[in-house]
């Protein structure tokens, strides 16, 4: 595991405690102190950096959930020694780079052993929606809505890092959903934001697929209100949606203020911990030859990345909150 | 309008201002100045008493919303004078009082002239319910859950009270979605309550109808958290509910304390404020002559009497909060 | 009642049995036998046609349900006799026409004698997501999503009629909830439609109103499953959103087919019952003098068609299913 | 794994893919071709039967899901052999038999290496409901109401299964719930049943706890429209119940019959899946000495039987469908 920030550490117990196959050997973490505390809790060895724990030989395969600029060089690394690695989102900073590591990976016939952590590919909702969707369960689709909405944005949000940071969440899943590619990015925005002039918050971004589907993906970072990650599909002979209920914990309290309540999720983590505890099953599955692991691929990464630089593309030339339809490119 | 408290004054706005073929003509209450205001602001006139109003000439039809111990002698005096009576529930403080008052209407054949304000007859919500089961949409009925929740215990509230006040809607509902009369009632309660010596809060009555269904009420009248009537039915082929979402507000909110929340009523007026004004509409419909109202008769009342008579007895006869199988009474 | 139509009909029962204070005196109807009837049914005389019933010396107040291309006429003829007036959308067919019924309401003096039947205006659930908004339950708002579905397109239904006949209640409804004008709209629209060349639906419609609030409203005409109008206020501090609730029965039902089920309305009339009463009651009171109506006035109805008439022009230009940002402009 | 039937199929295929720290070695069952084959799936070896299974050098702990007959014979083997067990409940076919185990592992010291398979413990749904409830969110409870209802009852199910196999998860579960023993139970029935002479179904069932508490448990086998577990506890403040989307699939459906659906579970699997996972997680980490297991023990599981052992005393001395109160005695 390399990399001990609330995501690393979230993965390294979910490795050493919740998944069966796997045995977590090494941790490391640019703070040396974070990664001790935790390799002894979960009784594994430290390694000094990302590179030096990749060639450890007590490690078959690598997760990296280090800061994003170190992705790619690490991705390269495992892959290049042959070890299977799941890399969070996203691959690389750029587009540019993400595309140079496909390249690379592609070249040298490697890209089979990486992983990207596009978790709704394993989250239950999300694969009962795109089930649902596949069987026909309301034709053909027509309109996508999809709602993404935190409690407060991080620390150094920025308008763009909204886009690649959120929303790509949505510009992998949409077209995933879909079975279709996002071709164009129209990016809105009202006058009114909830953050500062470097952080337009919230944002609304249209895309269209390849197939005609018209799709609105709403991203609010601070919506104090909770984490709420939505999706419809209206189809041409009716509507699917995750339940509102899959944001919201198991019980309905009814107290004395004369209302009855259901709690929201804080953060992604209780939303998403099936999810993530599946994709790291679903990944050491795959890394001992199981089955073949559903998660997306670093080809997924940059496609991903591409739709990201489309919205970002139209938000720069947008005028008075509205940008223009701009096309999705992913460099060869 | 004989009576302007609380129910008397939303009757009268109702009779006033929301229901057509009807003219508000003469209030009267033993308070003489809120009378007087309420007619001011309505465009009515006063009479002295409940009696002197029944015999006014400019008094057609007479709504009973009085103290309990007055109705039976009001709607024998409307009765007799040949005016049509809508009478809040009880029809009598006893049941023996109410007895009486049905001979003394059937021996008069002036029984249809009376009608009784049990409003879940033409709520919507219950409406919708009673013909869902009746047109087989859970094949036949087994069980029935009843649920009977107020904020707060009103002033003076005692165990028999919660019977005769609350549980009595009960009393006439369930024989009135089933089609079959209440002959045995069972009394529990727990070792709790929210209440004094006087008033055991909450109550569990247990019913069986003729049709052999089983049912189960729980009263509370001080559930804090807001006014909640629900009813289940449980049948060979499914079961069938009142939505929750009846009992709330038209919002779903989300705030900052990390919840979705939905408003519930303080009491019953804005829960069941379109059933009276629909039981009044029926009622008024029912005098002009047009359509003949779904409204309860006064045997209904006596009925509903005695299943609370039964309920009582179970109640007088327990032990360690568990009264005996009691068979409701229906004095001829 | 100009006209007898599904609207008309519905419109002409509420006046004569669930409106306080109204007598339903005259109908009238292209198809005389059709007004014969409904006249029958409710005690009322019919009148030859529109202008001659606005002319009867019993008629005090008209309600215009006749065909679109009638309304201007009539409504102008019931101002200058003095008789006040209650007109189903649209004021008029098209925006020049609505221009001019109002410019000679104004200068006439009789614009005070003329309400326009925009009912969410009194729709409990919009009343109540409008009075949460103002006392400030999710702060200043941020987005609004609008959604308006019915179970089947009319007869010649097209394009532009779905922005004129559907749309138009989103035009009206989102000014009157944020309290400030629509300035420019956006049409948008998936590759696929439901409809013919000559109706393309599902539309997407982006709003953005003077306070800089953005909204999306989705019209589908062909949704199949059922009746179907939402509406989401997202504000600095949370969210309110009418309940789904709203659009279901009052069952939650659970059969054989392992499924919980809500019925949703087929069309608009179970959905705005109580809207359609309130309204009429609120005309009929106004009339009265009893208190002053919350209803749409004539001015609301050209705003309205203006705000139509920027998403027509936004849809004319489209290219590839999308429009640009068009400017909203109120004929003077 | 002793039993390769529906559950023990299932926690073997938890136990090798899906529990960090559990290696599945040995299986068997009656049928030696379902455990070979399993054995096969699974990577694991057969054994001929129960008590060689439990001999087996490579068997550290064994879990029970064979015949409820062979439970206490296999429980006093494996904790004769000093190695963990954990049993489907129950825990011996009868309450004399529950009470002799218990009373033998008392005896020999091994009552710590029992557990017992009431999955309800860890459900994370019932978990919160206990955790709300301890730290006060709806004050001193005052009743539960539980309700256990499955599509269709198994093959030979009588009215005295449907208490021992069924209702003794609530057996188990309320006084977990509440942190305090059942000592009274009493049992009644409607008039009809959807089941045989031998079958009465559905059937309630009221308990009384030591702190008060007055609990109803409906149980009907054959629901027909899902598998539906339901707990709602009153307290002096407010009402807590585990959300009904708690029993249904993430989605929400809308299609052209005009409804809004949501998919119930056709059984406990979808249901308690995850519970069944985090059970043996959990088990697992106790034989490993990781965390000291939340699970039932020997103990638990005679209580529970003494529960039910009180439901069946009501029940035989019931007439009319109406059992007395009888107090729960659990053997020493």
Redesign the interface.
């Known amino acids: 595991m390399v990399g001990c920030g609330v995501m690393g550490t979230d993965h390294a117990r979910l490795l050493?405690?919740?998944?069966?196959?796997?045995e977590l050997t090494r941790l490391t973490d640019l703070d040396p102190g974070r990664a001790t505390a935790l390799a002894e809790e979960l009784g594994a060895l430290t390694s000094p950096d990302g590179p030096a724990l990749v060639a450890e030989d007590d490690v078959d395969a690598v997760v990296v959930a280090s800061a994003d600029a170190t992705h790619a060089a690490l991705v390269l690394a495992a892959a290049a020694a042959g070890k299977p690695v799941l890399c969070e989102k996203p691959l690389a900073p750029s587009l540019e780079e993400a595309a140079r590591v496909v390249r690379a990976l592609d070249a040298d016939g490697t890209a089979h052993l990486v992983a990207l952590g596009f978790m709704r590919r394993v989250d239950?909702?999300h694969v009962?929606?795109r089930e649902?969707l596949h069987r026909g369960?309301?034709g053909?689709p027509?309109?996508v809505?999809g709602t993404s909405r935190g409690?407060t944005a991080g620390p150094g949000a920025t308008s763009e890092s909204l886009i690649t940071g959120s929303f790509v969440h949505e510009a992998d899943s949409v077209p995933w959903l879909l079975g279709s590619p996002v071709t164009a990015v129209?990016w809105?925005?009202?006058?009114?934001t909830?953050g500062t002039s470097d952080l337009q918050d919230?944002q609304?971004l249209?895309l269209?697929t390849a197939?005609?589907?018209?799709t609105?993906v709403?991203v609010?970072l601070?919506?104090?209100?909770?984490y709420?990650i939505r999706c419809e599909v209206?189809g041409?002979?009716?509507?699917?949606?995750?339940?509102?209920?899959?944001q919201?914990?198991?019980?309905?309290?009814?107290?004395?203020?004369?209302?009855?309540?259901?709690?929201?999720?804080?953060d992604w983590r209780p939303r998403f911990a099936?999810a993530y505890r599946r994709e790291l099953?679903a990944w050491v599955?795959g890394v001992r030859g199981?089955e073949a692991p559903a998660l997306a691929t670093a080809r997924d990464g940059l496609v991903a990345a591409a739709v990201c630089d489309a919205a970002v593309r139209s938000m720069r030339a947008a005028v008075?909150?509205?940008g223009p339809?701009t096309s999705v490119e992913v460099p060869s």
Do not use: I, K, M
């Open positions: 050493a405690r919740q998944v069966s196959g796997a239950p909702a009962e929606l649902a369960a309301v053909e027509l309109l809505h409690v129209c809105q925005a009202p006058g009114r909830t919230p609304l249209l269209r197939d005609g589907v018209l609105t709403e609010l601070n919506a104090r209100y909770g709420d209206v041409r002979s009716g509507a699917l949606a995750l339940s509102e209920a899959v919201t914990t198991s019980l309905t309290t009814r107290t004395s203020d004369l209302s009855r309540t259901s709690a929201f999720a804080a099936e099953q599955d199981l008075d909150g509205a339809w």
